[in-house]
């Protein structure tokens, strides 16, 4: 039995379609088997509802008198990006406030799509035929002429899961990860996420309507970093037909600013093969989890997990049970099914056959970069002293040889730091004695292969303007100072 | 009963605690403390009974006592019930009712304040 689209829709016109949502078509196969199913259903409904960065509105403000060709724009001190056209900007949920904290352009979407005004400014070098040089103005979506929600990534199929190994709290954009495996947070709404009830994407493709934060929106295309299984789309819809309810504006403390937004997506059911794929269970559902506490691009893989393990509230690492935290709300994503299920029941929402596919292969590649600068190729040679060296030699040492950190060493192991500092306090204090009673014993490191980036993100981290360069047993093999590494990562 | 307790530079560095557990003999149990040079805050647990009785002691010894009740404060139209909160909190006290809405289980609330520095909507506050 195959049924087409328009079938579907002449169903929805006359009122007897029948529609389930994707929790609800799991019962439905299990007990039918996915011919029946497929014979019974009609569409099924998915949802989810998360923090997607890669989110924003194109905005054409209309022309002031006399005319600006914006250079730079802000809304509400958020800059929009304006090299499209003189009043034409578009405006990305992750730009952050130039004045508040916790602000960015995900809040200033939310607010206009309350119907409430924000304050746009402008400045422009000044042309023939643009020559204003500044406005600063107030607008609403009843002012401009277009205001497009754009989302270049969104409705992630599934995604990495986030723990973290070191001994610091982590403030990502997973969240705060909590040290030594503390929780584990992990985004997507699993079965009941558009991409895995469709992963095919036979039926999701360009031109797919969807729902769109309480508008119709369209899928224009697979998303940026497409990689199957982790698929994802790019969508757009019309910012003023949106709900406030659909969507949210938020700051992921330590991180940045983001948007939560709401997508559903009907799913026709043409054949038993599709009721088949919209069956798919949490436990069916793998990805990984990622330690978060080794900055690298190339994160270890703690371990394989399912989406039902994820949203059992605990998984397993290492023997411990660890709690977790969705951070894409499941309940929003039920409502959504829930209202795009009553919307084309009530014949408001009618299916469309994609015009084109979106790939079902692609890699997602790691940035071609000309070199990966590590520790080794900027330490120096570091003067290294033992705990009993006197204060005054120590002092004598760091003024020969003009550095500023003497790293202390006993049996070849680093054991503590002296700084200038903490000599020239000793030596003002009149202490006199050894640098075992001045040196700092919790010693931060760095490693001969460590990206001096990470390095650099330490030492700010910490205040501390040196790291010690160890092998695996903690032999001293250099130093690296924050001078050294500024003029490098300036360059 | 939990109480938040507000010295003032007199009595932050006398042994006000102590003193009452030796008059009341009841069991503090100090959750949170943040006490300075001139002023502190802590905030204590006691058993029911002897709650009275404690905070009259505290309060003539020239402690400001507040009575704690409730918990963590959630405001329902910002909160998008995401979860990002729930695995952070010490006590379980935050977590999915039925209809998979995060709430707070005000009795396990210990007031540490950790859920309020990661929610991405400011939803959570310490109501004092
Ligand atoms: S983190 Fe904030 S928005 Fe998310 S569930 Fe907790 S209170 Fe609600
Ligand atoms: S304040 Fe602390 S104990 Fe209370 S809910 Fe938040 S994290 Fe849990």
Redesign the interface.
């Known amino acids: 039995m195959v049924k087409s689209v328009e079938e579907i829709n002449q169903k929805i016109r006359e009122g007897n379609v029948r529609v389930v949502t994707a929790a609800e078509m799991k019962e439905i196969v299990a007990e039918l088997g996915p011919e029946q199913a497929a014979k019974e259903v009609d569409v099924v409904t998915t949802g989810t ?3 997607m960065c890669s989110s924003g509105a194109f905005f054409n403000f209309g022309h002031s008198d006399p005319p600006i060709k914006m250079q730079r724009v802000w809304l509400n001190d958020v800059e929009a990006y304006t090299g499209v056209a003189a009043v034409d900007a578009y405006l990305g949920a992750t730009q952050l406030s130039e004045t508040e904290e ?1 602000y960015g352009g995900g809040h200033v979407i939310e607010t206009l799509v309350e119907g409430k005004e924000v304050e746009l400014r402008a400045t422009a070098y000044g042309t023939d035929c643009y020559p204003r040089k500044e406005i600063v103005t107030e607008i609403s979506l009843d002012d401009v002429n277009q205001a497009v929600m754009l989302n270049p990534r969104n409705a992630y199929q599934r995604y990495n899961a986030a723990t973290n190994s070191s001994n610091r709290i982590l403030r990502t954009y997973m ?2 990860l ?1 040290p030594n495996f ?4 992990f985004a997507g709404t699993g079965e009941i996420s558009p991409l895995n009830n469709d992963p095919e994407y036979r039926t999701i493709g360009v031109g797919t309507r969807i729902f769109l934060c309480g508008a119709k929106g369209y899928v224009i295309g697979e998303g940026t970093q497409h990689a199957p299984p982790y698929g994802t789309l790019m969508v757009k819809g019309n910012l003023r037909e949106m709900d406030p309810e659909y969507m ?6 330590g991180y940045g600013a ?1 948007l ?1 937004v709401g997508i559903g997506i009907p799913i026709p059911i043409l054949d038993a093969e599709m009721a088949k794929f919209t069956a798919v269970r949490n436990s069916e559902i793998e990805t990984k989890i990622l330690d978060f506490g080794v900055a690298r691009r190339g994160r270890p893989v703690v371990r394989k997990v399912t989406y039902e393990e994820l949203i059992s ?1 605990k998984v397993e690492i290492n023997g411990e049970e ?11 994503a ?1 409502r959504i099914m829930n209202e795009l299920k009553r919307q084309i029941e009530k014949g408001e929402f009618l299916l469309t056959s994609p015009v084109d596919r979106i790939p079902r292969e692609e890699v997602f590649k790691p940035m071609r970069q000309r070199e990966i600068r590590v520790v080794k190729s900027v330490m120096v040679k570091a003067f290294t002293i033992s705990p009993d060296t006197g204060i005054e030699d120590a002092a004598k040492l760091i003024i020969e040889k003009g550095v500023n950190h003497l790293p202390v060493v006993k049996d070849g192991k680093l054991i503590g730091i002296v700084t200038s500092w903490d000599v020239a306090k000793a030596v003002a204090l009149k202490k006199a004695g050894t640098v075992s009673e001045v040196m700092t014993k919790n010693v931060v490191v760095t490693f001969p292969e460590e990206p001096v980036e990470i390095a650099a993100r330490k030492m700010e981290k910490n205040s501390i303007s040196a790291l010690p360069v160890v092998d695996s047993k903690r032999n001293v093999l250099g130093i690296v100072t924050s001078e050294d590494l500024s003029r490098l990562l300036a360059r | 009963m939990r109480m938040v307790l507000h010295f003032d530079s007199r009595t932050v560095t006398e042994p006000v605690l102590s003193r009452t557990t030796l008059k009341t003999g009841a069991l503090i149990n100090i959750l949170r403390a943040s006490v300075g040079a001139r002023r502190g805050e802590i905030l204590i647990e006691v058993e029911d009974e002897k709650a009275k009785e404690v905070e009259e002691i505290l309060k003539t010894q020239g402690v400001d006592v507040i009575e704690l009740v409730g918990a963590v404060q959630k405001d329902d139209e910002k909160c998008v019930h995401c979860g990002a909160c729930i695995s952070i909190c010490p006590t379980e006290a935050l977590k999915f009712n039925g209809e998979k809405r995060v709430i707070v289980e005000a009795e396990k609330c210990v007031h540490c304040g950790a859920c309020t520095k990661v929610c991405p909507t400011e939803a959570l506050t310490l109501p004092f």
């Open positions: 509802f998360g923090a916790g969240g705060t909590l503390g929780n584990v947070t949210k504006g938020a700051y992921f403390p983001t939560f509230g660890v709690r977790t935290s969705p951070l894409s709300s499941f309940y929003m039920e």
